[in-house]
């Protein structure tokens, strides 16, 4: 319920400046990620069958990707935008949502070949765990090729989040309404922090239904957890007025020299002190 709330509050304060400048589309693909990781752990829970086992998977890489990569690429393109400001030059890399969306394409694309290998090279399979004599319950039982393919994803998440932690200290020297790099550096600690307690535990922990616990708390603790440190500081701005929370604007009216051209961004406002960017947002 509340990343929906948050999902709503993006759309309806998308022309504000604290949200247009954090890129309304990455920011909606983020809450869209954590969502739908959220959604996973409802097919983790018992009672299992195959399908849940499936399902499980493709929701929570599908869901992680889209919120690590929509994370990563944002916190590119303001690095790229602070580095150019300190250089007093124009950003010569096309920073536009097509372009950045199209390498998020290609995340997905990989992600969407290793759940291939999961759902039909080396498909799972149901087992039978007995807790006693008489009771018992389903598990999912994946083997060598889905175990690799998981791995593969793991580490790949783990790169990402490791990129997108050096990028947050070149654009820290952003003006306030751009700097995000405080709650981004926090989420990618706290991600990282999940995936490095949820993956030895589910290897060690015997018993079922602490794995259940912990892969839930872990899941919801990576996405939801994530996009309430990345949303909920927006919100604050917002509801009590501060700078940024006016329409965005008031920030483009110097000079169309601050407006972003469609081959890069211009950051000659920002090298006059001015929290100015263009009509495609950072």
Avoid at 12 to 20: G, K, L, P, S
Avoid at 105 to 120: G, I, Q, R, T
Avoid at 169 to 175: H, I, K, V
Avoid at 255 to 282: C, I, K, L, Q, Y
Wanted: charged content about 10%; proline content about 4%; some cysteine.
């Amino acid at each position: 319920v509340i990343l929906l709330l948050l999902f709503v509050a993006v759309l309806m304060w998308r022309d504000t400046a604290i949200i247009h400048y954090s890129s309304v589309f990455f920011c909606l693909v983020m809450l869209v990620g954590a969502l739908l990781v959220d959604v996973a752990i409802f097919f983790w829970i018992p009672p299992h069958n195959l399908a849940n086992c499936y399902l499980f998977a493709w929701f929570a890489a599908v869901g992680a990707c889209l919120l690590v990569g929509a994370l990563l690429l944002k916190t590119f393109r303001l690095a790229m935008i602070a580095r150019a400001q300190r250089k007093m030059r124009v950003v010569l890399i096309p920073l536009s949502n097509v372009n950045l969306a199209l390498v998020l394409l290609v995340l997905l694309a990989v992600n969407v070949l290793l759940l291939c290998v999961f759902s039909f090279v080396d498909q799972p399979e149901t087992k039978r765990v007995y807790s006693d004599l008489f009771a018992y319950y389903l598990s999912c039982d994946i083997s060598t090729a889905s175990v690799v393919a998981a791995s593969v994803l793991v580490g790949l998440y783990g790169v990402l989040l490791l990129v997108c932690c050096t990028f947050t200290f070149t654009a820290r020297s952003l003006p306030v309404v751009f700097d995000e790099s405080t709650p981004i550096f926090l989420s990618c600690y706290n991600m990282v922090v999940s995936m490095a307690l949820i993956v030895p535990l589910l290897i060690l922990l015997d018993d079922y239904t602490a794995k259940v616990v912990v892969a839930a708390v872990g899941a919801m603790a990576f996405g939801p957890g994530t996009a309430l440190l990345i949303f909920v500081p927006k919100v604050f701005v917002l509801l009590t007025g501060k700078n940024g929370s006016q329409p965005h604007a008031e920030y483009d009216t110097r000079s169309a020299e601050m407006r972003t051209p469609r081959s890069g961004v211009s950051v000659s406002a920002m090298n006059s002190h001015s929290p100015t960017t263009g009509s495609s947002s950072v």
